[in-house]
C-alpha cells in the first residue's frame, strides 16, 4: 500500500507509523518530494487498512495489491473453460442460453426448449426457485420445475441452468440440473456461495444489482476458495441514476473481467434492459465487446407469462439475434457455438455406433496452429472423442473421407479478400462426398518469431502464398525481407520453432505463437480487417436429418442461349435465395463451365424434389453436395 503522510508531519509522528508498518511485517520505503511525501509499504497486511488510515499523520492508504487471489488473471494467466456436458463456456466460442424468466408447465418449457434449441442455444433457462421482489408474486414450481427442466433436457440434450435462492436445494439441483445460477440478489449470500462451491457443479454467478466489480470478483473467490474453478461470471445491469431501462448495462465489464479474471463473462440483457426492443441491440453489443456468451429470456407468449414477459423475446426474435451475432462473433475471432450443428450425434452417425469405443476423426490440411485446426477445433468443439488430424494436401483430406480413414474433413472454399479456393472446388467434383456443416473465421495475421527477436534481426519470412497476399501492405514497407511459400501458416511457425535461425520469422495466427511457444511480435497486420474465410465440412454422407439452412449444388448447362437463365429462373419463382454463383472450366472442355450454386434452401427436404426435378431438365449434370 501507499500511504500520503500530512505536510508538515513531525519526526515523531512519521517514525511513529513506520514503527507500527515494520511491525505488521511490511518492508517500508520513503519517498520526499518538494510537495508531498509518501510512504511505499510492502507486505502481507491483514489489518483493516482503515487502522493505517486513522494513524497520525496519515492522509490518504492506497491499496496496490488485489484482495481477490484465485480469480485473478496475475496467478492464471490462462482463460479457464469451464465445461458443461458438450458445452465449453469461455475461450472461442459463443455460447447461447435462453429460455423463460420460469418454468411454468411442462408444455410452456418444452414448448419454448424446442425453439430456441432449433435456433442455436445450446443450454437452456428456467427458475424453478424465483426470487421475487414481491411475495405475492409467483415464486415458482419448486421441485416440480426442477423435474420439468430434467425431462426437457432429457428430450432436447439441451444442458440446464436454473437459480439456487438457498443452501436447503443443493441436493435438488444436483439430482436435476447442470449449471447452478447464484442471482442477483444473492451475490453476497455468503453461505450460498460456499455451498455452491462445494456442490462440485459450474455455477453462474450474476453480478449484484449494486455491486463494484472487485465486489463480485470477491464474490467468485468464495466459490473458487471452495475447490470450484468452474465459475461463470455474468453481468445482467447495475444500479444507477437512470430509471429509463430496468438496470443499466456495464458492458465495460467485460473487458475489465478479462483483464483481471480468467473466468469467462457472459451477458444478460434482458434483466439488464427490462424491455424486449433494447434486448437484441445491447445483446449484439455485448458479443462486439467480447463476452463469451449471453442468457436470454425467450417466452413463445410473453403476454401471458407469470415473470418478465415485456422483457422476453419472441421466439422470432430470438432466431433473428441468433443470425446476428452469428455474423459478428468472427469479428471478434469467435464462433457461434449452433446447437442444431448437433456435433456430437452427427458425428456419432458418421460411423462410431459401427465401431464403439473408436474415436471420432476430422482431417484437415497442413500443420496444428493453422487456420483449418482452428475451424475445426471450432466446429466440433474441443472434446476427447475427436481426433483432428493433419494432412499433408488438400487432395489427402479428401481422400482420407472418401475411404472412411476420417469422419470428416475441413476445407477453406474461400476468402474475403483473396477469393475461392478453387482447388477445392475441383475436389468437390471430383470425389463423393457431402457437404454437412460450414464455419466462417475471422483472420488475423500476425507476425511471430522466436522469443526475444528484434524487427530489424528479421531476414526472411515464411507463409501461405494467401498469408503474403492478406498481409502485402505490411510486408512492402520490409523491402529486405525474403519472401518463402510454405504449405501453411502453421509450418512457418513450426520451422522456426525448429531451428535457432532469429532472422526468419512466420506469418499465421497467434494460436500456432502460443502451439510453438513462440511470440507474436505484432498482432493484426493483415492489410484489410475485413478477412473471412469460409470452410466446409465434408462427410462420406449426409450425417444428419433435420432440415438444413443451406445447400451447396454442382452443375453444367448446355452450352445454348439463355440456359444458366433458365436454372435461375427456377429458383427465382420458387422464392429461393441464391447466395453464390462460381463457374469454373470444365477439365478437357475448354470455354464451358460448371457452376457452383449456394441456396438458402433445404435440398433434402420433399419439397425440393419438384424443384430438382425442373433444375434436372434444364441441366446436362447435377450433383448435390448436400444441405447443411
Ligand atoms: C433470473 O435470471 O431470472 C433472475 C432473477 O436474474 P437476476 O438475479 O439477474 O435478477
Ligand atoms: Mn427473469
Not at 214 to 241: D, H, P, Q
Not at 398 to 408: L, M
Request: charged share 25%.
Amino acid at each position: 500500500m501507499i500511504l500520503v503522510l500530512k505536510k508538515g508531519i513531525t519526526p515523531e509522528e512519521k517514525n511513529h507509523i513506520k514503527e507500527v508498518l515494520t511491525a505488521d511485517g511490511c518492508i517500508v520505503r520513503e519517498i520526499a518530494g518538494t510537495e508531498e511525501t509518501i510512504l511505499g509499504a510492502v507486505g502481507k497486511v491483514t489489518r483493516d487498512l482503515r487502522y493505517y488510515q486513522l494513524l497520525p499523520g496519515v492522509v490518504k492508504v492506497v491499496p496496490i495489491s488485489k484482495p481477490y487471489k484465485l480469480v485473478s488473471r496475475e496467478i492464471h494467466p490462462e482463460d479457464t473453460l469451464v465445461r458443461v456436458g458438450n458445452v465449453v463456456v469461455g475461450g472461442d466460442r459463443i455460447v447461447v442460453i435462453a429460455g423463460p424468466c420460469a418454468v411454468e408447465s411442462r408444455e410452456q418449457a418444452m414448448t419454448i426448449a424446442r425453439k430456441v434449441r432449433r435456433y442455436g442455444a445450446v443450454m437452456f433457462r428456467g427458475g424453478a426457485f424465483k426470487p421475487r421482489t414481491s411475495p405475492y408474486s409467483f415464486q415458482g414450481m419448486e421441485e416440480e420445475g426442477l423435474k420439468i427442466l430434467a425431462a426437457v433436457r432429457e428430450e432436447t440434450d439441451l444442458r440446464i441452468v436454473t437459480e439456487m435462492t438457498s443452501p436447503s436445494q443443493a441436493d435438488l439441483m444436483v439430482k436435476y440440473v447442470d449449471v447452478v445460477q447464484i442471482g442477483a440478489r444473492n451475490m453476497q449470500n455468503f453461505e450460498l456461495l460456499k455451498v455452491a462451491g462445494r456442490m462440485g457443479m459450474p455455477v453462474l454467478l450474476k453480478r449484484g444489482l449494486a455491486a463494484t466489480i472487485k465486489e463480485w470478483l470477491m464474490a467468485a473467490e468464495y466459490i473458487l476458495s471452495e475447490g470450484n474453478n468452474n465459475v461463470i461470471l455474468c453481468e445482467r445491469g447495475i444500479r444507477t441514476f437512470e430509471t429509463f431501462t430496468r438496470n443499466t448495462l456495464d458492458l465495460t465489464a467485460v473487458p475489465v473481467i478479462k483483464k483481471l479474471s480468467h473466468l469467462p463473462i457472459i451477458i444478460d440483457p434482458s434483466h439488464a434492459t427490462g424491455l424486449r426492443e433494447k434486448v437484441s441491440p445491447m445483446a449484439r453489443a455485448a458479443i462486439a465487446a467480447g463476452a463469451d456468451g449471453l442468457i436470454v429470456e425467450v417466452h413463445h407468449d410473453p403476454e401471458k407469462a407469470f415473470s418478465d414477459g415485456p422483457q422476453s423475446l419472441y421466439p422470432e426474435q430470438f432466431e433473428r439475434l441468433m443470425r446476428d451475432i452469428y455474423v459478428i462473433a468472427p469479428v471478434v475471432g469467435k464462433q457461434v457455438d449452433f446447437s442444431y450443428l448437433d456435433k456430437e450425434p452427427s458425428a456419432e452417425k458418421a460411423g462410431v455406433a459401427a465401431h464403439p469405443g473408436k474415436s471420432k476423426a476430422v482431417v484437415f490440411l497442413g500443420e496444428y496452429g493453422n487456420y483449418s485446426h482452428k475451424a475445426c477445433a471450432q466446429f466440433f468443439g474441443e472434446s476427447d472423442a475427436m481426433s483432428m488430424v493433419p494432412k499433408p494436401s488438400f487432395r489427402d483430406v479428401f481422400e482420407a473421407v472418401k475411404n472412411s480413414a476420417a469422419d470428416f474433413g475441413v476445407v477453406p472454399l474461400e476468402n474475403s479478400l483473396t477469393g475461392s479456393i478453387h482447388e477445392n472446388y475441383d475436389f468437390l467434383l471430383e470425389y463423393d462426398v457431402k457437404i454437412v456443416g460450414e464455419i466462417v473465421l475471422r483472420i488475423v495475421h500476425s507476425l511471430i518469431v522466436r522469443p526475444g527477436t528484434k524487427i530489424d534481426d528479421i531476414r526472411r519470412v515464411l507463409s501461405h502464398p494467401q498469408g503474403f497476399q492478406q498481409c502485402h501492405e505490411f510486408l512492402k514497407r520490409q523491402d529486405n525481407w525474403e519472401i518463402i511459400s510454405v504449405r501453411d501458416t502453421a509450418t512457418g511457425v513450426k520451422r522456426i520453432a525448429e531451428s535457432s535461425d532469429r532472422s526468419t520469422a512466420a506469418l499465421a495466427g497467434k494460436d500456432a505463437a502460443a502451439l510453438y511457444g513462440m511470440e507474436v511480435l505484432k498482432e493484426g497486420i493483415e492489410t484489410n480487417p475485413r478477412n473471412f474465410t469460409r470452410f466446409v465440412v465434408i462427410a462420406g454422407e449426409k450425417t444428419d436429418e433435420r432440415p438444413g439452412k443451406k445447400s451447396s449444388l454442382i452443375y453444367a448447362t448446355g452450352n445454348v442461349p439463355g440456359a444458366l437463365f433458365k436454372t435461375l429462373k427456377i429458383f427465382s419463382d420458387n422464392g429461393i435465395n441464391l447466395v453464390k454463383l462460381e463457374s469454373r472450366p470444365i477439365p478437357g472442355k475448354p470455354w464451358e463451365y460448371m457452376f457452383y450454386v449456394d441456396l438458402e434452401a433445404d435440398v433434402d427436404a420433399p419439397s425440393f424434389i419438384p424443384i430438382l426435378d425442373q433444375l434436372k431438365k434444364e441441366t446436362e449434370y447435377l450433383k448435390v453436395l448436400g444441405s447443411y
